[in-house]
T-cell receptor, first 113, second 110 residues
C-alpha cells in the first residue's frame, strides 16, 4: 500500500510571501487531516476533511490559511501571507477508520525568514 | 481543546532496560488512545493503540490504560539504541480527531 504523499519536502520563503503544500492520501482513505508541528511541540490539528467536505477547521487561522480537497482525494494547504511564526512542519495524514489511527506523510518543513 | 500532558524528558535508559513513558489526559470521556514514535526529522509513525483498561502487549511494547486515573503509559522492554526517538501520546476526540501531547524524548544508551 502506497503511503501518504506530500510535496514539497522543504520550502523557504520570506515573510508576507505565499506558499502551498500538496497532499495525496492513501487510496480509499476518506478522511484527511492537516497538522502543524512546531519544533519541540506535538502536532496540532489545522483542518479535517471527510471526502471533499470540511469536518473541522476550528483551529485554522482563516485570515491567512486556506485548504481544499477537490474530488475527495488530493488536498492543498495554502498560507498567504506567511508570518515568521508559521515556520513549522506541515503534516498531512489520512485514515480509513480513525479508530485504528492515522498514517502520516513525510511532511513539509516550512521556514519563513 | 482537550489537553494531553507528557513529560518532555529526555528520559535516558541503558540498553536492555525497560523504558516507561507516561501520559495524562484531561477529557474523562476519551475512549481511545494512541502512541506514535517520531524519529528526528521524520513524521510520526503509529506504534499501538488501546481502548480498554489494562494492558495491551505488542512485541517489546506494552500500553497500559487507567481511565479512572486518566493515565496512559507505554513500556518498552529490552530497550535498544534504535528506540531513541520522541514518543507522542495522542487521544481521540469526538469527531475522530487526534489530540497530541508534546512528546517525551527517549535516549537509549549503549
Amino acid at each position: 500500500e502506497a503511503g501518504v504523499a506530500q510535496s514539497p519536502r522543504y520550502k523557504i520563503i520570506e515573510k508576507r510571501q505565499s506558499v502551498a503544500f500538496w497532499c495525496n492520501p492513501i487510496s480509499g482513505h476518506a478522511t484527511l487531516y492537516w497538522y502543524q508541528q512546531i519544533l519541540g511541540q506535538g502536532p496540532k490539528l489545522l483542518i479535517q476533511f471527510q471526502n471533499n467536505g470540511v469536518v473541522d477547521d476550528s483551529q485554522l487561522p482563516k485570515d491567512r490559511f486556506s485548504a481544499e480537497r477537490l474530488k475527495g482525494v488530493d488536498s492543498t494547504l495554502k498560507i498567504q501571507p506567511a508570518k515568521l511564526e508559521d515556520s513549522a512542519v506541515y503534516l498531512c495524514a489520512s485514515s480509513q477508520a480513525a479508530a485504528v489511527g492515522y498514517t502520516f506523510g513525510s511532511g513539509t518543513r516550512l521556514t519563513v525568514v | 481543546q482537550k489537553e494531553v500532558e507528557q513529560n518532555s524528558g529526555p528520559l535516558s535508559v541503558p540498553e536492555g532496560a525497560i523504558a516507561s513513558l507516561n501520559c495524562t489526559y484531561s477529557d474523562r470521556g476519551s475512549q481511545s488512545f494512541f502512541w506514535y514514535r517520531q524519529y528526528s526529522g521524520k513524521s510520526p509513525e503509529l506504534i499501538m493503540f488501546i481502548y480498554s483498561n489494562g494492558d495491551k502487549e505488542d512485541g517489546r511494547f506494552t500500553a497500559q490504560l487507567n481511565k479512572a486515573s486518566q493515565y496512559v503509559s507505554l513500556l518498552i522492554r529490552d530497550s535498544q539504541p534504535s528506540d531513541s526517538a520522541t514518543y507522542l501520546c495522542a487521544v481521540m476526540e469526538y469527531g475522530n480527531k487526534l489530540v497530541f501531547g508534546a512528546g517525551t524524548i527517549l535516549r537509549v544508551k549503549s
